[in-house]
């Protein structure tokens, strides 16, 4: 079954439309390969994509708990590698309001580094994960 479709309309972006709920994202080039940095690039939606799954996940398992993860941030950064080009290192800083409970904090921790995406990408790929709690 086909998630999505991409289209390329020229100056180096595309328009990824989601095929279930119809949502679209644009992308563009970054700035430092062409790119006019009007858009999210790919490489920032990989970077991305990795924060909101540990999001997700952590807040399906706090959920779960009868915690509500409402309000949680995560701040991402990225660095590129040269040859070949590649995301090289992810850096996620978590902001959450949990209870303070070592236990909680762990099992949290482990779970959003335990995500789908964390999972999929390549283990030369450096995921930092950094939590901060309020």
């Known amino acids: 079954m086909t998630t999505s479709i991409v289209h390329y309309t020229g100056d180096l972006h595309c328009e990824l439309t989601h095929l279930q709920s119809g949502s679209r994202i644009a992308t563009d080039a970054p ?5 006019k940095g009007e858009a999210f690039s790919p490489t920032d939606l990989l970077a991305t994509s990795l924060a909101a799954c540990a999001l997700t996940i952590m807040a399906m398992k706090a959920d779960g708990m009868g915690i509500a993860l409402t309000g949680a941030r995560a701040e991402v950064s990225k660095e590129m590698a040269a040859n070949p080009r590649r995301v090289a290192r992810v850096k996620v800083d978590f ?26 990408l390549g283990k030369d790929l450096v995921q ?3 939590f901060h709690y309020a």
Do not use: I, K, M, W
Request: with cysteine; net charge negative.
């Open 95 to 120: 902001y959450l309001s949990v209870p303070e409970d070592e236990a909680l904090r762990q099992l949290l921790e482990a779970t959003a580094r335990a995500c789908p995406v964390a999972q999929s």
């Open 128 to 130: 930092e994960f950094v």
């Open 31 to 35: 700035t430092d390969n062409n790119g």
